[in-house]
C-alpha cells in the first residue's frame, strides 16, 4: 500500500533483473572499448521511488567523473533494450570522459585537419 500520490514501488521479476544486468554490463564494456585502460569505468544498480535505477560512470585520469543515469521501464526490460540506445549512452560518456581530460589538460585544439 501507498500513499495517495506517491509512486508505487517497482519490482523487478529474476529475468527482468538479469536483462537490466546484461544492458548495464554491455554498457560499460562498450564505454571501456572506445577508452584507454586509464579511465575507470563502473556502473551501479539500486531501486529508488521511481523503480529500479542503473547507472554507469567514467573516471577519467584527468577532469571531473561523468555518468548517466536512466530508470527503465519494466516493459522495456521484457522486450530488452535496444542494442542501439546502450551503444548511444556508451559512445556519449566516452565522449563526455575525453572532453573533461581535455578541458582539464587546456588542451582543446582538434588534431584533425
Same mark, same amino acid.
Given at each position: ?13 529474476? *529475468? ?10 554491455? $554498457? ?13 569505468? #563502473? ?7 521511481? #523503480? ?15 555518468? /548517466? #543515469?536512466?530508470?527503465? *521501464?519494466?516493459? *522495456?526490460? *521484457?522486450? #530488452? $533494450? ?7 549512452? /556508451? ?16 588542451? $582543446? ?5
Amino acid at each position: 500500500m501507498t500513499d495517495a500520490g506517491s509512486p508505487a514501488a517497482v519490482d523487478l521479476s529474476p *529475468d527482468q533483473e538479469r536483462q537490466l544486468r546484461r544492458a548495464v554490463a554491455g $554498457i560499460v564494456s562498450r564505454t571501456e572499448s572506445y577508452l584507454p585502460d586509464s579511465y575507470a569505468v #563502473g556502473s551501479e544498480l539500486s531501486v529508488g521511488a521511481e #523503480g529500479p535505477q542503473a547507472t554507469v560512470a567514467v573516471n577519467p585520469p584527468a577532469g571531473h567523473p561523468v555518468s /548517466a #543515469g536512466f530508470t527503465p *521501464d519494466p516493459e *522495456d526490460l *521484457d522486450a #530488452g $533494450i535496444a542494442e542501439s540506445d546502450t551503444d548511444e549512452v /556508451a559512445r556519449g560518456l566516452a565522449a563526455s570522459a575525453a572532453v573533461q581530460v581535455m578541458d582539464a589538460v587546456g588542451d $582543446i585544439t582538434p588534431t584533425a585537419k
